[in-house]
């Protein structure tokens, strides 16, 4: 059953005329969305005779509502540019000139905001990890294709008050009056940059799997085993390899089977793959898996990962059919 907070009624009936007005996309044009998303995802923009899909035969409104759906418009973006040039139908150009400028902007913004928050948090003495968001998207052929979220750092249990207080100082007052707390981190907004600090990485519904994981992730989450990427010109601490595939798995696979997840996270977690191919220790890899009872689902994904995103399948651990 279905439980509503009382403030989500107007969201709720915004989704239903969302729905309402939403294209149901054809077998053809979800085939050819996937095959956009493969070719920007891999830079693979000379395709074979016959491959290319028609998009006479395709509704662009359906494609870039797949797009927006999935969380990969600017890898979407970037393929029709690529693929197309001088041929783009109109309905597709003018939006494509949109997308490019406007997730410029976005990332110019996010990346700035990352700066800021780390040196003043630096500054004060603590060690910020930055989990997901502007790490993941510095794993892709151009980090710009990413689609912006938020951003999300890992402070830890022992210095989370004091990180609180700094974000508090860095925020503002009036912010900080609408954050959010809970378990696992608070949320706040920093004007249109939300900003989410960890004092756990993720919790588990299971007791007992929770106690494992917490363990692995104080382990794995420590400043003396992390990995640093840049973000723009800026140099962060992101978690390291063998923890990070864990990590974006679970998030993206928690989120799947609670309330669904774009494709975005998936992709996330090709790219990583991709970067770190015959650099994990696939023992250890299995080992966590099975301790957290996520070797099936883990193999599950990796059948969307080989199958539909194009991912090699040598570059996928603990591959199944």
């Given at each position: 059953?279905?439980f509503l907070h009382k403030n989500n009624y107007k969201a ?176 706040v907004n920093n004007g249109k940059i939300s900003i989410e ?125």
């Open positions: 059953m279905l709720v009936k915004q989704q239903e005329k969302v729905n309402k007005e939403r294209l149901t996309p054809t077998e053809e044009e979800v085939e050819a969305f996937l095959f956009l998303l493969r070719a920007s995802l891999w830079g693979n923009f000379a395709p074979e005779a016959g491959e290319l899909p028609d998009l006479n035969r395709l509704r662009a409104k359906a494609i870039w509502q797949l797009a927006e759906e999935q969380t990969v418009l600017g890898l979407i973006t970037e393929a029709l540019q690529r693929l197309y040039a001088g041929n783009l139908p109109a309905e597709y150009s003018v939006r494509n000139i949109q997308n490019a400028t406007k997730m410029y902007n976005e990332h110019q913004l996010l990346n700035e905001n990352v700066r800021k928050t780390f040196d003043f948090l630096l500054s004060q003495g603590l060690s910020p990890i930055l989990l997901k968001g502007q790490g993941n998207a510095a794993r892709y052929r151009d980090p710009l294709l990413r689609q912006c979220g938020d951003i999300d750092i890992y402070i830890g249990k022992k210095d989370y008050q004091k990180a609180c207080a700094c974000i508090g100082l860095l925020v503002g007052e009036e912010a900080m009056k609408h954050a959010e707390k809970s378990r696992k981190h608070m949320h600090l960890h004092r756990i990485a993720e919790y588990l519904t299971n007791p007992l799997t929770n106690l494992r994981y917490q363990r692995l992730t104080q382990y794995w989450l420590h400043p003396d085993r992390t990995d640093t990427v840049a973000v723009g010109d800026y140099q962060v601490q992101v978690p390291g390899t063998l923890f990070n595939v864990f990590y974006v798995f679970n998030h993206f696979w928690h989120h799947f089977i609670i309330k669904g997840v774009g494709l975005r996270q998936i992709c996330d977690w090709c790219m990583i793959l991709h970067e770190a191919a015959g650099k994990i220790d696939v023992a250890q890899l299995e080992k966590d898996l099975r301790q957290l009872h996520l070797l099936k689902p883990w193999q599950i994904m990796a059948h969307i990962a080989v199958q539909k995103l194009g991912l090699r399948q040598e570059e996928m651990p603990l591959y199944s059919e």
